[in-house]
């Protein structure tokens, strides 16, 4: 008999291990617990903005879910409880993703009713100057809504005249930027988005993968430190960031279910964020581009995307 393999989630990291299913089934029993369409992160705000029909990416119409939701799980007995009862494993691979902060309206897990609560709103307030909130309040922007951003520093891990100079396009383009930090006394303008980042999911600890409040620890080669049978991808693991970090992971794990076992190399990765009307800001490490170039770049990646994880 096959070992079954368990896949839960439809996060960045387990689409890219469903493309492999073909070769994964001749190895193993595969069962997949999960939603049948997901939101592509990296498209979303395009959607916000007008200027993408739809960031929802769909399981392949050959996989069929044994259930919807992970409950809970017992690494030790290698079961996990769904909302359609007790599925065992021999090998599992975690690809939840993790959760907002709770401030306002959270981002992740992120879903299509609240894109479209997001579009019908008129005004937003975004609390955070990352990555996610800068994007968000140039999406917002774009699409008329009138935008209120807090952030007590804009992009902080990038060199501070980048910051400087996107918070001078942020307000050029009609953001009110607060530098200070959200403490959500007064009565917000709009919608309060929250792209402060995220946190852990209680499961986690209940079920003994994590200690309370942390993300879950990894090995080199994205297995649980403890229950090497359980593989971790995306916003779960710990050691990893990002989007990127989450399709990276998960073309690894998937090397690694099918015998390609090599440790997990963490590598410099490429971010573009779209900003005013046709230009982008790429980053890769410290080095920064903004322009044009850097836009039609981003659309080229996220129409491959798109197209590749809609069925
Ligand atoms: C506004 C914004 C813009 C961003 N832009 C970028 C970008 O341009 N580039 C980039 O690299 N990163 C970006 N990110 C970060 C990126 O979204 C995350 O790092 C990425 O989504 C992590 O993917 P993941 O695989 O961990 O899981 P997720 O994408 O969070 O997906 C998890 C999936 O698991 C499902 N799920 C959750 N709980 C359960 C359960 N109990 N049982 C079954 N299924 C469950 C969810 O429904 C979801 O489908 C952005 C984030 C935000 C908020």
């Given at each position: 008999?096959?070992?079954?393999?368990?896949?839960?989630?439809?996060?960045?990291?387990?689409?890219?291990?469903?493309?492999?299913?073909?070769?994964?089934?001749?190895?193993?029993?595969?069962?997949?617990?999960?939603?049948?369409?997901?939101?592509?992160?990296?498209?979303?705000?395009?959607?916000?903005?007008?200027?993408?029909?739809?960031?929802?990416?769909?399981?392949?119409?050959?996989?069929?879910?044994?259930?919807?939701?992970?409950?809970?799980l017992d690494p030790v007995k290698r079961i996990i409880e769904t909302d359609q009862g007790m599925i065992a494993y021999d090998h599992l691979v975690l690809a939840t993703g993790a959760k907002s902060r709770g401030i306002g309206t959270g981002l992740k897990p992120m879903t299509d009713v609240a894109i479209e609560h997001i579009q019908a709103s008129r005004a937003v307030t975004i609390v955070g100057g990352g990555k996610a909130g800068v994007e968000l309040a140039f999406a917002c922007v774009r699409s008329k809504q009138h935008v209120t951003l807090y952030a007590k520093q804009i992009l902080p891990d990038l060199p501070k005249r980048v910051g400087r100079h996107i918070a001078r396009r942020l307000v050029a383009s009609g953001v009110t930027l607060i530098a200070q930090q959200y403490e959500g006394g007064d009565a917000p303008d709009g919608l309060v988005l929250d792209a402060t980042g995220v946190v852990p999911v209680e499961w986690w600890h209940r079920s003994g993968l994590a200690e309370e409040g942390s993300f879950i620890p990894t090995d080199a080669y994205l297995r649980h430190t403890t229950y090497q049978d359980i593989y971790i991808t995306g916003d779960m693991a710990m050691g990893l960031n990002g989007g990127v970090d989450a399709v990276r992971s998960g073309r690894h794990v998937a090397s690694a279910l099918l015998g390609d076992e090599k440790p997990y190399k963490q590598r410099t990765s490429l971010n573009i964020l779209l900003t005013t009307p046709g230009h982008a800001l790429l980053t890769f490490g410290r080095l920064t581009w903004h322009g044009r170039c850097s836009y039609w770049i981003k659309r080229q990646i996220?129409?491959?995307?798109?197209?590749?994880?809609t069925h």
């Amino acid at each position: 008999m096959k070992p079954r393999l368990v896949l839960v989630g439809l996060g960045h990291g387990q689409l890219e291990i469903l493309a492999r299913i073909e070769q994964l089934r001749e190895r193993y029993e595969v069962g997949y617990v999960g939603l049948d369409e997901t939101i592509y992160t990296g498209a979303f705000p395009q959607v916000i903005a007008n200027e993408m029909a739809s960031a929802v990416v769909n399981l392949r119409p050959d996989v069929t879910p044994v259930a919807s939701r992970l409950v809970s799980l017992d690494p030790v007995k290698r079961i996990i409880e769904t909302d359609q009862g007790m599925i065992a494993y021999d090998h599992l691979v975690l690809a939840t993703g993790a959760k907002s902060r709770g401030i306002g309206t959270g981002l992740k897990p992120m879903t299509d009713v609240a894109i479209e609560h997001i579009q019908a709103s008129r005004a937003v307030t975004i609390v955070g100057g990352g990555k996610a909130g800068v994007e968000l309040a140039f999406a917002c922007v774009r699409s008329k809504q009138h935008v209120t951003l807090y952030a007590k520093q804009i992009l902080p891990d990038l060199p501070k005249r980048v910051g400087r100079h996107i918070a001078r396009r942020l307000v050029a383009s009609g953001v009110t930027l607060i530098a200070q930090q959200y403490e959500g006394g007064d009565a917000p303008d709009g919608l309060v988005l929250d792209a402060t980042g995220v946190v852990p999911v209680e499961w986690w600890h209940r079920s003994g993968l994590a200690e309370e409040g942390s993300f879950i620890p990894t090995d080199a080669y994205l297995r649980h430190t403890t229950y090497q049978d359980i593989y971790i991808t995306g916003d779960m693991a710990m050691g990893l960031n990002g989007g990127v970090d989450a399709v990276r992971s998960g073309r690894h794990v998937a090397s690694a279910l099918l015998g390609d076992e090599k440790p997990y190399k963490q590598r410099t990765s490429l971010n573009i964020l779209l900003t005013t009307p046709g230009h982008a800001l790429l980053t890769f490490g410290r080095l920064t581009w903004h322009g044009r170039c850097s836009y039609w770049i981003k659309r080229q990646i996220d129409r491959r995307y798109m197209q590749k994880f809609t069925h």
